[in-house]
């Protein structure tokens, strides 16, 4: 069983940056794919980012050029860094871990409680 738990969400003004962070803990599988989704109001839960146990990123088009994904494996964590946000990158950020196949997500999969985002002025 994995655990994972996010930080680095509040409230930054358009053009400005952030950093999200996660650490997974329990029964990890080192080799799991990590990434982060966000969810809006009103709107469903959408992928932003993920990346490969071996640094392989795979960006949502909303967020290319201005997110980047990372991973640490000795520590079983992932980033992401934000810069030049927007209103519309407004919402509950959640981390992921899992397996993926063939760019598919398959079998068990770990997410987080999810951390706030807010860009506004």
């Known amino acids: 069983q994995v655990q994972l738990v996010e930080s680095g969400g509040g409230l930054v003004q358009p053009g400005g940056s952030l950093t999200l962070s996660c650490v997974a803990s329990g029964r990890i599988f080192r080799f799991n794919a990590m990434g982060w989704y966000r969810q809006a109001p009103g709107k469903e839960r959408e992928l932003v980012a993920l990346i490969s146990f071996s640094g392989e990123p795979n960006y949502a088009d909303s967020v290319k050029g201005r997110f980047t994904i990372s991973r640490d494996n000795a520590k079983n964590a992932v980033s992401l860094q934000m810069n030049s946000l927007k209103p519309e990158d407004t919402a509950v950020y959640y981390c992921?871990?899992?397996?993926?196949?063939?760019?598919?997500?398959?079998?068990?999969?770990?997410w987080g409680q999810g951390t706030l985002v807010t860009v506004s002025s």
């Open positions: 992921w871990r899992g397996v993926v196949v063939a760019g598919t997500k398959q079998g068990p999969e770990t």
